[in-house]
């Protein structure tokens, strides 16, 4: 069992696991992981540098005068890239496709003209700008050839491309890409079927292509993107967009890409490949803002421009006046341009929100490339190997150590192992959480309950040994530690009550002994009971006398209060129990003792005959304060330990009454005794008044002041002649009157009687 057990039960719950039935630990994983890409996610020294131009219902809107309704001649596109390189921008990214050149009809050249001639004369900007859009829909490729020249000058423009997956060959736009990556360098699953490529023209004027491929995981989030496709059976392999804008950027042609051992080689970079050849998207430009209303929206790290304001800026510096964007805002910048009107925009679920726009995705990509900041996951044997290591760690906790122990331990090892899988996130490794937790959990249940059954059959064989002298409570805890079979005990705080039934012995010499008997089970069940239900252990009974204690062998820090919720428990048992000694012609009334104190607790006898029990001095007192009810008229009275204890642990909840201070035989010192009255919140108005009156006066009869507390004593059994405690005092005041006491005298009233 002490090898066996444990690694049986980590390999089973490891290959439990890694079967996912259902893939639930899957879905709870990629959450995890998207939890990890927020926490972790922080700009890089490259993050400032990339820039996204965002088209906009509001741009389209404020563009609609000067170049009518979308889409907009490309012509303008042209502008815009023109403009960038020549500001300086490193690299430029249309995440737009222009897949077929504008079809135009053919008009001639007078008509032109003629068109081009009313375009001048028009005073208005908007009737300028609906003809001038006009007369480019209807010359032939205007539009086109101004956007390819432009792209062909800048010489750092790069195209978007889609392939998609389906039957037939696109030879055209095979013919259209340049250049590829080796195709010996690299391993992967072609691509086939048609894709969607710049028309010929642009493509041979761009400085590269790169396709928007991704890959959403199993629940629609993109996590991950291919770094490579490949394109006519194998011929040509196509980078990503963001792959083929960083190695521009980086200097790395996309001929010297190469696939290594570690991964894809760009450059002194390489980018974690996964069996499959994808690659996780390490996401650092971005966070969740939480709003006033609760809800969280996305914050990008990079920058965002509307198009209109590039455009804007340009003619503005263009006319040597001040513009928005100074010159030089572009320079170094990597600039992605990407539509995000309704209708246009390409929303992905990412992990920071459902609805992250898909040019975030490529930003991301470049800045990671750049950077140099990856994710990597380990291989399924590292996997298994290391969902093993967790498993049988906690599985060699739970067989060595006591429950107690052993599952905090276990938590501690669960959450190290969570909290250092969270932190290794940073530093680029996807390593996975959910599982191995959810096969350290099953592994520490399944060795607990091989323990158990193990545990029970061991507690059979006591339980036979032991079960006919022991006392339940006394079994109990020996069940859960043997070792407690050894004589001795230990000095612990506790609580100790004892009850008496008042006149037992007068009542039962007038009824049959069988009589008696059947009165007094019925009576010891029902108190027995009361110490149950508040978690006390019976200690024993000594005739109608009971004695139960608190804090042993369980740990109750609130003991002192258990013990006078059962105290009244008692009494109101006693209520309901008394109709059958009343029809058995005597009167059935208990009186308590409660104490708090230092008290040693544990196996006492000898070694054949032995009880788990409580002695000491307090245990004495505790005895003496039940008798001591007689003396005042009272039910139940507690030491002053006991009040105080039980006050900070009940607050309010009981209603105590002074009694001043007595000497209990056998006890050098003082002590304060307080009754028990009750619940403080079943107490009527009257009653408290007159504990509160009773309080009053007993301040006066501690001072000496006799003759002013007497007469309150008197009122308060004018309203309630059976208030024994008020009964005593006044009897005393009298005596006092009449007798003055000595200079010296305290007030401690001296127990003369057990």
Request: hydrophobic content about 45%; proline content about 6%.
């Amino acid at each position: 069992m002490e090898v066996k057990l444990p690694l049986a039960a980590a390999l089973l719950a490891t290959a439990a696991v890694s079967l996912d039935p259902g893939g639930q630990l899957e879905n709870f994983e990629r959450r995890t992981l998207d939890a990890r890409a927020r926490h972790h996610a922080a700009p890089t020294s490259f993050t400032e540098r990339i820039v996204i131009l965002d088209i906009t219902e509001e741009s389209i809107e404020r563009l609609r005068p000067l170049y009518g309704r979308w889409p907009w001649p490309r012509s303008l596109h042209g502008e815009v890239a023109e403009y960038l390189a020549a500001d300086g921008a490193a690299a430029i990214g249309f995440d737009l496709l222009f897949a077929e050149p504008v079809m135009r009809r053919e008009v001639d050249a007078a008509d032109w003209e003629a068109l081009a001639a009313l375009a001048g004369s028009a005073d208005l900007a908007e009737v300028r700008g609906e003809l001038r859009r006009r007369i480019d829909a209807l010359q032939p490729g205007l539009g086109d050839r101004e956007f390819v020249a432009s792209v062909a000058k800048g010489g750092n423009v790069f195209q978007a491309a889609v392939f998609a997956p389906g039957e037939g060959a696109a030879d055209r736009a095979a013919a259209a890409i340049r250049p590829a990556v080796p195709v010996a360098a690299l391993s992967g699953t072609a691509v086939r079927g048609q894709a969607i490529l710049p028309f010929a023209e642009l493509a041979q004027a761009s400085r590269g292509i790169g396709h928007i491929n991704a890959l959403p995981d199993a629940d629609g989030t993109y996590r991950r993107f291919a770094p490579l496709l490949w394109w006519n059976e194998r011929q040509a392999a196509h980078p990503a967009l963001g792959l083929a804008i960083a190695a521009h950027v980086k200097g790395v042609p996309l001929a010297a890409i190469r696939r290594q051992a570690a991964g894809l080689a760009v450059g002194d970079a390489v980018l974690p490949l996964a069996a499959d050849d994808s690659a996780w998207i390490r996401y650092q430009g971005g966070t969740l803002l939480r709003q006033a209303d609760g809800s969280e929206t996305y914050q990008s790290f990079y920058r965002h421009i509307p198009y209109e304001q590039v455009l804007a800026s340009k003619d503005l510096l263009a006319a040597g006046q001040a513009a928005p964007l100074a010159r030089g805002a572009f320079r170094d910048r990597i600039v992605l341009v990407s539509a995000q009107a309704a209708g246009l925009s390409d929303l992905r679920a990412t992990p920071f929100s459902p609805v992250t726009p898909g040019i975030e995705l490529h930003a991301n990509i470049i800045d990671s490339l750049l950077a140099g900041r990856f994710l990597r996951a380990p291989g399924a044997a590292a996997s298994f190997l290391l969902t093993l290591a967790g498993c049988l760690a906690v599985a060699l906790l739970a067989l060595k150590l006591r429950l107690r122990l052993g599952v905090p331990l276990a938590l501690a090892t669960s959450g190290g192992f969570a909290g250092g899988v969270w932190s290794l996130y940073g530093q680029g490794w996807t390593l996975p959480l959910v599982k191995p937790l959810a096969a350290m959990a099953l592994t520490f249940g399944g060795v607990l309950l091989a323990r158990a059954v193990t545990a029970e059959r061991e507690k059979r064989w006591l339980r036979t040994a032991f079960g006919h002298y022991l006392a339940p409570s006394v079994l109990e805890e020996v069940l859960r530690a043997p070792d407690k079979l050894r004589l001795g005990g230990e000095r612990r705080r506790m609580t100790v009550l004892f009850s008496d039934v008042a006149g037992f012995t007068t009542f039962s010499e007038k009824l049959p002994p069988e009589e008696v008997s059947a009165l007094l089970n019925s009576y010891l069940d029902q108190m027995t009971a009361c110490v149950a239900q508040s978690g006390g252990t019976l200690d024993k009974f000594v005739g109608d006398a009971v004695m139960a204690e608190w804090n042993a062998p369980l740990a109750q820090p609130d003991h002192a209060a258990r013990a006078c919720e059962t105290a009244l428990l008692m009494l109101e048992k006693v209520s309901l129990h008394r109709t059958a000694w009343q029809a058995a012609g005597g009167e059935l009334d208990i009186r308590i003792g409660i104490n708090t104190g230092e008290m040693v607790v544990g196996n006492m006898g000898s070694h054949q005959v032995f009880d788990y029990t409580v002695i000491g001095n307090e245990v004495n007192t505790a005895s003496r304060l039940e008798p001591l009810n007689k003396a005042f008229g009272t039910r139940i009275i507690v030491a002053g330990a006991t009040r105080g204890e039980a006050e900070a642990q009940r607050p309010g909840h009981f209603a105590f009454r002074t009694l001043g201070r007595v000497s209990p035989k056998g006890r050098a010192e003082p002590l304060a005794i307080f009754e028990l009255a009750g619940w403080r919140e079943k107490l009527d108005e009257a009653t408290r008044a007159r504990l509160a009156a009773f309080e009053d006066a007993m301040q006066r009869y501690l001072a000496r002041r006799f003759a002013e507390a007497l007469p309150l004593f008197r009122r308060i059994l004018e309203q309630q002649p059976q208030d024994g405690p008020a009964a005593v005092f006044a009897a005393l005041c009298e005596d006092h009157l009449a007798h003055p006491p000595p200079a010296d005298w305290n007030g401690v009233f001296v127990q003369t009687e057990k």
